[in-house]
């Protein structure tokens, strides 16, 4: 065996993927074995976290690439750029503060969740993104599901939890218990978003349990940033005809 391989060997043992699997061949030109052994230690960071990103991209389920870039506050969006660069700092998650995004439906409500996802996700955070339906399922699968409750483990583990599209569809008193405890279980280790097209009373009324409803608002909005969203700006401005106009 000569030295690359016996390297190589060497690294696969201890779990060095990249140094054990790359195809190029690190020389010394010049430096020192110091300098060789840094170069080799970088790569396999720079590997590890390659890697660590890919797959939490992956777990994130964000259904769309969204940015903060390209959300437009030129329009009376209801949320200002200044608000926007303080989200984008990402020191709310450290804070474990969440975020509640309120307006009408198409006003970027979603957007503005995936945006925050997908920064969170580059800065190293675990993130999870889900419709109040598919995490409704999720809930009643557990039992019987190794994807639910694999994915509800994940949930748990994870930094931030986007919960999109609460209060198009009422819950039953079932599913609204189960929405309950989850949140209640997150609220102290874990930021959460939830966007809505319903103010605070809405969801009371199509949660149909107003107790239930007040403690949950308690346990979400201890920490917590409500945004309104206005949008219409916005929508008129990017309202598109079928009709061409003559
Ligand atoms: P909501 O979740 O509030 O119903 P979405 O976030 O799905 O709305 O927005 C609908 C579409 O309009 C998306 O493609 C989104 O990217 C876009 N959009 C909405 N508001 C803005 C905005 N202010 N700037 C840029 N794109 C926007
Ligand atoms: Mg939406």
Request: contains cysteine; neutral net charge; glycine residues 6%.
């Amino acid at each position: 065996m000569n030295l690359q391989m016996q390297i190589k060997a060497l690294a696969k043992q201890l779990g060095l993927s990249n140094l054990a699997t790359t195809t190029t061949v690190f020389t010394l030109e010049k430096g020192s074995f110091e300098d060789y052994l840094i170069k080799c230690l970088t790569e396999e960071v720079m590997y590890r976290e390659k890697k660590s990103h890919e797959r939490r991209l992956k777990q994130a389920q964000l259904p769309s690439l969204k940015t903060l870039e390209d959300f437009d506050t030129t329009t009376g969006a209801g949320i200002t750029d200044w608000q926007i660069n303080q989200l984008s700092t990402l020191s709310w998650i450290d804070g474990i503060y969440n975020i509640i995004f309120l307006g009408p439906p198409g006003t970027g409500k979603t957007h503005l969740a995936l945006a925050l996802g997908n920064k969170a996700v580059q800065a190293g955070y675990k993130v999870f993104y889900t419709s109040v339906d598919n995490l409704i399922h999720i809930l009643k699968t557990q039992e019987i599901s190794i994807k639910s409750s694999a994915r509800l483990k994940w949930i748990r583990d994870c930094d931030l939890v986007i919960i999109d599209d609460l209060g198009y569809l009422p819950l039953s008193r079932v599913e609204t218990n189960m929405f309950f405890r989850l949140v209640s279980g997150l609220y102290e280790n874990t930021s959460i978003i939830i966007t809505s097209n319903k103010d605070f009373e809405g969801w009371a009324e199509m949660l149909g349990d107003s107790a239930l409803v007040t403690a949950l608002l308690d346990r979400i909005t201890h920490q917590c940033q409500v945004i309104g969203l206005s949008g219409d700006g916005y929508r008129r401005a990017n309202h598109k005809d079928i009709f061409v106009s003559q």
